[in-house]
């Protein structure tokens, strides 16, 4: 079989502008522990729509292909390729996979925390004009290097599921694994209702937890978190102090046990301490960025909160989302989370729905017209 020399791909040359398709190269030779796939489904992130509109922005980023999460069908691999479990990726594999870590830095042997690789490799931190070109999601072929970790499939995983463990599923599991998980009864508030927060609801509720209480906007996603197991549900035009209220009305007066920020707006710290009960705990996730947020360090020592960061996840929360979406698929509809599939030509316009908060996920099929 003669593997491409190049691909189509939706790359992104200017903030804001239109993505543009073009051929991009791939790698001439396939290294040793890497592979060569086909994409079969790319969803879209927040930090995506942050990156295409230059609210999140790198020098001499660009040229870039968007999408770091993303599912593929194996050409061809290279010499003794093995996925994370040392199983055998081969042409044909069904494969998920993310960001790449090199194994040998402080963060990944001595801290022996992924996350923390000083050598990173992520889709939006390659351009599309330098080797190895295309390891994101947005184009045909997707070049999946030897340092990223791979995962075999389970078949009853659907291609959207396992792209969005990728980043979105596997970021809640970390968070989760980081607050010490939740105990049956106790009571959780989920700041945002996106793809994130919507996740986390179920997470919440398949542990056990409640009342789970998600919080956001528009109304739509406020009743899709309902379907995803939320007891009660608080919009944003209700103002900080009715949804304090509604929270001490359903916990008892006390609060929440674990209060997880998946929003990132402004204010979301000092509302999370607000809400939290004595003793609680908040993990921040949604809250990126260089701009700093208020937290009233007296409510922190007052309730004797405990207050965590919670950065994306690794290989073990990939493998963890991908069971967890396995195993609960008959008691959550994750295909609601999706938007309808368009191909490359489609994909900027759902990153701008995704940027107008009209899709949950969107989809990209780069084998569609
Ligand atoms: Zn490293
Ligand atoms: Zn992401």
């Not at 929440?256 to 705990?281: F, K």
């Not at 960025?289 to 950065?311: C, D, F, R």
């Given at each position: 079989m003669t593997l491409p020399t190049h691909t189509r791909a939706a790359v992104l040359r200017a903030h804001g502008a239109p993505l543009v398709t073009e051929e991009i190269p791939l790698p001439d030779r396939i290294e040793p522990g890497a592979a060569l796939v086909r994409t079969d489904c790319a969803t879209l992130c927040a930090t995506d729509v942050h990156l295409w509109s230059g609210a999140m922005t790198f020098p001499g980023m660009l040229p870039m292909v968007l999408g770091h999460e993303m599912v593929g069908t194996v050409l061809a691999a290279g010499e003794g390729t093995v996925d994370a479990l040392g199983r055998p990726v081969t042409a044909g594999s069904r494969i998920g996979w993310s960001e790449s870590t090199c194994g040998h830095c402080h963060g990944c042997t001595v801290l022996r925390t992924p996350v923390a690789c000083e050598h990173r490799g992520y889709g939006f931190l390659q351009r599309s004009d330098r080797h190895p070109y295309a390891t994101a999601g947005l184009a045909e072929h997707a070049y999946v290097t030897p340092g990223a970790q791979k995962y075999l499939l389970p078949e009853e995983v659907e291609d959207t599921w396992a792209a969005a463990a990728g980043c979105a599923v596997k970021t809640v599991l970390h968070a989760f694994d980081r607050a010490g998980g939740t105990r049956p009864g106790s009571s959780v508030v989920i700041q945002g209702a996106g793809a994130l927060g919507i996740v986390a609801t179920a997470v919440a509720k398949a542990g056990g937890a409640g009342p789970v209480i998600t919080i956001g906007a528009p109304k739509r996603r406020l009743d899709l978190?309902?379907?995803?197991?939320?007891?009660?549900?608080?919009?944003?035009?209700?103002?900080?102090?009715?949804?304090?209220?509604?929270?001490?009305?359903?916990?008892?007066?006390?609060?929440?046990?674990?209060?997880?920020?998946?929003?990132?707006?402004?204010?979301?710290?000092?509302?999370?301490?607000?809400?939290?009960?004595?003793?609680?705990?908040?993990?921040?996730?949604?809250?990126?960025?260089?701009?700093?947020?208020?937290?009233?360090?007296?409510?922190?020592?007052?309730?004797?909160?405990?207050?965590?960061?919670?950065?994306?996840?690794?290989?073990?929360?990939?493998?963890?989302?991908?069971?967890?979406?396995?195993?609960?698929?008959?008691r959550f509809d994750w295909d609601a989370l999706f938007g309808e599939p368009v191909g490359l030509s489609g994909a900027t316009a759902a990153v701008e729905a995704m940027s107008r908060l009209e899709q949950t996920k969107a989809v990209v099929d780069p084998r569609l017209p």
């Open positions: 978190a309902e379907e995803f197991g939320a007891d009660l549900v608080l919009g944003l035009d209700e103002g900080p102090a009715a949804r304090k209220e509604a929270v001490l009305a359903a916990t008892g007066g006390r609060g929440a046990d674990l209060v997880i920020d998946l929003a990132g707006a402004p204010g979301v710290g000092a509302e999370a301490v607000d809400l939290a009960a004595w003793g609680g705990r908040f993990v921040v996730v949604g809250t990126t960025g260089p701009a700093p947020q208020e937290i009233p360090l007296g409510t922190v020592m007052g309730k004797e909160l405990t207050v965590l960061g919670s950065l994306n996840g690794d290989v073990g929360d990939y493998h963890r989302a991908i069971g967890f979406l396995r195993d609960f698929r008959s």
